[in-house]
């Protein structure tokens, strides 16, 4: 009885927050930052304000496309950009997020190459492929990417960076590109395409697009890796959230976050939140659902060159202050479709500050739930109350006797 009475009040708990609280809300600009020279700039402002705070996306494509995320303690911070010195050989110090004292975190994210293996067994086991079953990479640094400016939309709060590899001898960017769009939001809400991602107004999404990028094999798949920074009292780690409600995205049950990971816990951070899963048609489509994975984080810190926009931020000395850790994002399932299907790929993540959204149950579950809870909590109850008028009753056709 006890157990039953706790879960009744876990779900009326659960449905009370769910419909609880005022969403809040940003005030979302979004800007092509155009330079001395317009056919160079290529740099996407997102500034979310809130009642006393900012967060500011500097997305770039100098180097690979790389996201700044800053978070400002005041309302009124803005970005400067000096041209002359991020063209230079030391752009340290030529984007700033202005006063400097109202940062109070900062992270990237860039995307660097693209792997492409040929998934010869169908295994889908891009760790086990061997050295041989790789194409040689497509490295993002290397990609020419079309003027931000002219896909700007600022009433869906989006944009587009829309890449092909600089020389492509064997055209297979002749019909395609690699594309990285962004939206913003203003307030919470789920997305409206799949995988149907939760957000809320401290978050902004991405999309890595693949379309119509000739594959080089019949059995090609794909990767996508990343490097992101993090401050040296910290670093970056990745999570799985597991739910059992797959509403929005059937037969998806995984979440995967790269979140901080730092000693004091009190302070927020930024984060990358995924489904495990991507799509291999334009309309994402349930059918053609391709499930990702993600790899072990490596620390890269030594190693790895560093695209000018991030260096343009935290200066030339970012190696010593930032632990710079990578990943990899692997598309595709054993005896799974191919790329090749429909020479198509989209993922989407959502990039963000604070929290990450989680999931709370749909309606849906909720009210079956509360059926197969309610219902033996019902029956006992049922049972309990016949039981108490049988007892009544037999008590009574004793009492003449007595
Ligand atoms: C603008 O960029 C183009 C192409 O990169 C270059 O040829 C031209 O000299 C630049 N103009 C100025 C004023 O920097
Ligand atoms: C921009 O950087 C250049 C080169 O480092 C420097 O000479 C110039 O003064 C800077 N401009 C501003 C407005 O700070
Ligand atoms: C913003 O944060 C800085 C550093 O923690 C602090 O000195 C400043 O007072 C804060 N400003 C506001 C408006 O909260
Ligand atoms: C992938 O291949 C490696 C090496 O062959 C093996 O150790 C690993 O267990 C495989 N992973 C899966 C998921 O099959
Ligand atoms: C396919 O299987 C063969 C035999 O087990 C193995 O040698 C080869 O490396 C596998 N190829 C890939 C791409 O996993
Ligand atoms: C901008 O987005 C809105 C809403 O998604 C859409 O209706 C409109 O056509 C878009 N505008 C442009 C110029 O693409
Ligand atoms: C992409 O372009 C770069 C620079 O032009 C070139 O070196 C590289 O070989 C190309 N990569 C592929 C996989 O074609
Ligand atoms: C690009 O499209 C043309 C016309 O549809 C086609 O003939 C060509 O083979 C395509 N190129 C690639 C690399 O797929
Ligand atoms: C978003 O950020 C604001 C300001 O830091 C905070 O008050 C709010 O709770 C956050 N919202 C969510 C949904 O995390
Ligand atoms: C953790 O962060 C809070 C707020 O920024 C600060 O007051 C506190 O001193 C920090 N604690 C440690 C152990 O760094
Ligand atoms: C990564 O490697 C560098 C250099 O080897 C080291 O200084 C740093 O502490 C390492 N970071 C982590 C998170 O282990
Ligand atoms: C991603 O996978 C490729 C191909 O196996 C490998 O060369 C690269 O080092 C991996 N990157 C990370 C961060 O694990």
Known sequence: MWFVRRLLFLLLQVSLCWGG????????HLDAVSGPNSSVSNLLHVRAVGYSDTIHYVW????APTVLLVYSNSSKSTLNVNWTKLFSPFPSGAVRIEPAESILYSTAIAFTKIFEYDDSNNTANFSGAPESAFYPAYNLADFVWGDVSKTLNTTALSAEFQGVNASDPAKHFQ???VSFRVSAYKEGSRDLLPPHLLYTANCSKVEFVMAEV?????????????????KKNGQKRTDSVWSIDDEYTPTIFEMAQLISDVQNHSRAQGFLQWKAVAYGDPSSSRAEAVPCRYHQLHNVSETWPLPDLAVAFFGEDVREHYNVEALNVSFGVADGEFYEKHNYLIWSAVLGFGTPPRDSFSTLVIAIMAVALGMPAVLLIVGFITMCILKKKRYSEYEPIN
Not at 21 to 28: A, G, L, Q, T
Not at 60 to 63: F, P
């Open 60 to 63: 770039g494509t100098l180097g």
């Open 175 to 177: 019909n395609g590109s």
């Open 21 to 28: 609280s005022e969403p809040y809300r940003r005030e979302v």
């Open 214 to 230: 000739a594959p080089r094999g019949k059995k090609s798949r794909f990767v996508l890796e990343m490097v992101t920074l993090e």
